[in-house]
């Protein structure tokens, strides 16, 4: 997640821990029904079967990762350069300095 955004790393882990501690929650609110439905045997299995799937996601990151980094940075890039010109187009217009953001 941090690498995914350099410019809010803190931001970025918090969401993290977040979204983990609910899903660790929801995990074990889950569970005691269904050891009672599907029996412990059958749990075991669909918990794997869940987690082989949540792979392939990882192997997304991993292939396509570095892809979607570069375009957020170039994205990025450009919204600072479109920054830049439009303050020194109100520079010249008014003869001082504006912040656009």
Do not use: Q
């Amino acid at each position: 997640m941090i690498d995914c955004y350099p410019d809010s790393p803190s931001s970025a882990a918090a969401a993290n821990n977040l979204i983990r501690c609910l899903l660790g929650a929801g995990a074990v609110a889950v569970l005691e029904p269904l050891f009672n439905t599907l029996g412990r045997g059958w749990t075991g299995t669909l918990i794997a079967a869940i987690e082989a799937v949540v792979s392939l996601c990882w192997w997304a990151v991993w292939v396509w990762g570095y892809g979607w980094r570069r375009e957020r940075r170039e994205k990025r890039v450009r919204a600072d350069e479109k920054a830049a010109r439009k303050n020194e187009e109100a520079r010249a217009k008014n003869g001082r300095v504006v912040v656009v953001s």
